[in-house]
């Protein structure tokens, strides 16, 4: 059974920094990459940054430089580094996996709460 396990959310002040992180269990051999997404208020659900196995990384613009997502792959964990938040990242964080197949399987987190204040 796949499961994602996130934890690190919270609440931050504008130019602070939180971590965020997801361990994956579940047939993981079969991982093709993971990642965050967020969904505000209102939105729809938003890639923030992704992360293949080899450690080949993809951010969204508004993250670029500020965000920094790594894995463990001997542990299946992710990570999201966030640093100088704004209040424009407040939002639900959700951690996926895209798994090989065709088309490859997505799963994803219950979700982690980020809030940034001014």
């Known amino acids: 059974q796949v499961q994602l396990v996130e934890s690190g959310g919270g609440l931050v002040q504008a130019g602070g920094s939180l971590r965020l992180s997801c361990a994956a269990s579940?047939?993981?051999?079969?991982?093709?990459?993971m990642g965050w997404y967020r969904q505000a208020p209102g939105t729809q659900r938003e890639l923030v940054a992704t992360?293949?196995?080899?450690?080949?990384?993809n951010y969204a613009d508004s993250v670029k430089g500020r965000f920094t997502i790594s894995s463990d792959n001997a542990k299946n964990t992710v990570y999201l580094q966030m640093n100088s938040l704004k209040p424009e990242d407040t939002a639900v964080y959700y951690c996926?996996?895209?798994?090989?197949?065709?088309?490859?399987?997505?799963?994803w987190g219950q979700g982690t709460q980020v809030t940034v204040s001014t």
């Open positions: 996926m996996r895209r798994d090989y197949g065709v088309p490859g399987d997505d799963y």
């Open positions: 579940g047939s993981v051999f079969v991982i093709k990459y």
């Open positions: 992360i293949t196995r080899g450690g080949s990384a």
